[in-house]
């Protein structure tokens, strides 16, 4: 998705430049990171409620150099990862540093990679042949991502909170014009079982009148739940495409992509080549 999304942010066009990629929930940031990477956009801001996941980017914005010098020391044991998913716990109980570090752990060594208490370690209790706790934590390669993430942090702001709330203040800023919101949220479907900080069906309603209200540009990705395009959004543009999910169990998904009204997508691809993609609603109502 992230050339579609390159493609999407560049012709975006208004009375000011239209420079900053927000997510407000931030999660592994990777359409984020890849733009900055490609000098696609000008900053990036990522806002996340997850404590963890909020220490995490901050500890690698401020404290990159150390963080990786830690990471290429680090050879994951189950007891590391047990000690990391008690912090998680208890986020309160540590420095910035260490959640950011055991937010990390839990990532690259559970099987989902989901930052969360219940996640569990990549190859179970037993872990036998290539599946073990550390089967994903090439140290080398993880260190030099870190640094590099690091280097790009003059154009990285981290915020730890809501990112509804982000959203409900963003018209009141000043800064809307030059923004473009990539909302990906807990999907309806399976977003409180896969997550520590779900929504509820009034936290769905509460970011669709946070998207609907903010004069900022915004596209959404959701799973093809109907309530998305009749009930959230139902005068919004919405093209339903296929995607290649491996979050819970891998085989091909349905998803929404739902724009707000002064989103600029004529003249684009598909989301995903190859994949199927048609529109749910192509004019908004």
Avoid: K
Wanted: hydrophobic letters at 40%; charged letters at 25%; aromatic letters at 8%.
């Amino acid at each position: 998705m992230t050339p579609w999304l390159t493609d999407l942010f560049a012709q975006q066009t208004g009375d000011l430049p239209v420079e900053v990629w927000l997510e407000p929930f931030a999660g592994g940031a990777g359409a984020a990171l890849t733009l900055l990477d490609r000098d696609a956009i000008g900053e990036a801001w990522l806002v996340d409620a997850n404590p963890g996941i909020a220490a995490f980017w901050e500890t690698v914005v401020t404290d990159g150099p150390a963080l990786a010098d830690v990471v290429e020391r680090t050879v994951p044991t189950l007891d590391l990862y047990d000690a990391s998913r008690a912090l998680l716990e208890a986020p309160e109980a540590a420095d910035r540093f260490r959640l950011g570090f055991a937010a990390f752990i839990v990532n690259r060594c559970s099987r989902s990679g989901i930052v969360a208490p219940t996640s569990g370690p990549m190859g179970g209790r037993t872990p036998s042949g290539d599946w073990s706790v550390g089967a994903r934590f090439t140290a080398a390669a993880l260190a030099d991502r870190i640094r590099h993430v690091h280097s790009m942090r003059d154009r990285l702001r981290v915020h730890h909170g809501d990112g509804i709330t982000f959203l409900e203040e963003l018209g009141d800023s000043g800064l809307s014009d030059e923004v473009v919101a990539f909302v990906d949220p807990p999907y309806i479907r399976e977003g409180n079982r896969l997550y520590t900080a779900g929504l509820d069906q009034a936290g769905h309603q509460r970011l669709a009148d946070a998207l609907n209200n903010t004069p900022a540009r915004w596209v959404l990705t959701y799973d093809d739940e109907p309530v998305v395009a009749d009930t959230l959004y139902p005068h919004r543009r919405v093209l339903g495409y296929d995607i290649r999910n491996t979050a819970n169990r891998a085989r091909v998904a349905r998803e929404y992509a739902v724009f707000s009204d002064n989103v600029d997508v004529r003249g684009l691809g598909t989301p995903l080549n190859g994949l199927p993609a048609e529109w749910v609603r192509e004019h908004a109502a």
